[in-house]
């Protein structure tokens, strides 16, 4: 069964400074993995989406990179504002059975302070 | 192309009670899939529709949730009674099926408080 972690579970910075957060997975035969956020309440925002050929993908201020073999993601923020403040979540999708499931980690909460 | 459509956004409910939410995915998406996610903790898959066919329920709590997709669109989850512990965020989201390297879309959630 896939596990998802991600680390660390909260983080505060200044505004400006750029934000790393983590994930890792167990099963490393996954199809993509996916990057997203979600503020209080709310549903969830695809930020990016990376497949398992792929080593990086970028958006923005955004960069996520991915290392398969070593069950590794890593999310990066650049300079970041106080509206990148949210919960972002990685979600890796893999084969389980006859279908491709999502997995899930709990999250990393980021504060922007001003 | 319209997102994934979900209502109502919020709900407040007594234990004991029933509720119902509705979900529309993205036009021709023909997989369909229910997450609970409790206040913390990351999302948890309670069913997955492929078309208007039951592809995993294997979480669902059956005593009291149920979901339908009538016509492969459409699709609508009911809790009754409902539990204290049924409050969370109940997410909707929509795929292509036997496309793994597409992502998921989400829509943007009922928040379900049972009192």
């Known amino acids: 069964k896939q596990e998802v972690t991600q680390i660390p579970a909260a983080l505060s910075v200044p505004e400006g400074e750029n934000l790393v957060l983590n994930c890792s997975f167990t099963?490393?035969?996954?199809?993509?993995l996916q990057w997203f956020r979600q503020d209080p309440g709310k549903g969830l925002t695809s930020l990016l989406l990376?497949?398992?050929?792929?080593r990086e993908q970028t958006s923005g201020r955004l960069n996520a990179s991915l290392d398969k073999s070593s069950g590794r993601s890593t999310l990066y923020i650049a300079a970041s504002q106080p509206g990148d403040s949210a919960t972002y979540l990685c979600?890796?999708?893999?084969?389980?059975?006859?279908?491709?499931?999502?997995?899930f980690g709990a999250g990393t909460t980021v504060t922007v302070r001003a | 192309e319209a997102g994934v459509a979900q209502s109502p956004r919020y709900k407040i409910i007594e234990k004991r009670q029933s509720v119902a939410f509705w979900c529309n995915p993205i036009?021709?998406?023909?997989?369909l899939y229910w997450y609970q996610q409790i206040l913390g903790q990351g999302p948890k898959l309670l069913i997955q529709?492929?078309?208007?066919?039951?592809?995993?329920d294997s979480q669902l709590p059956k005593d009291r949730f149920s979901a339908e997709r009538l016509k492969g669109v459409d699709s609508t989850l009911k809790i009754q009674p409902a539990k204290l512990e049924d409050s969370a965020v109940y997410l909707c989201?929509?795929?292509?099926?036997?496309?793994?390297?597409?992502?998921?879309?989400f829509g943007s959630g009922t928040r379900l408080t049972v009192v």
């Open positions: 036009s021709g998406h023909a997989t």
């Open positions: 529709f492929q078309n208007n066919g039951v592809v995993d």
């Open positions: 989201a929509s795929s292509s099926p036997g496309v793994a390297w597409y992502g998921y879309t």
């Open positions: 979600a890796v999708r893999g084969p389980q059975g006859n279908d491709y499931k999502l997995s």
């Open positions: 099963d490393s035969a996954i199809y993509n």
């Open positions: 990376i497949q398992s050929s792929q």
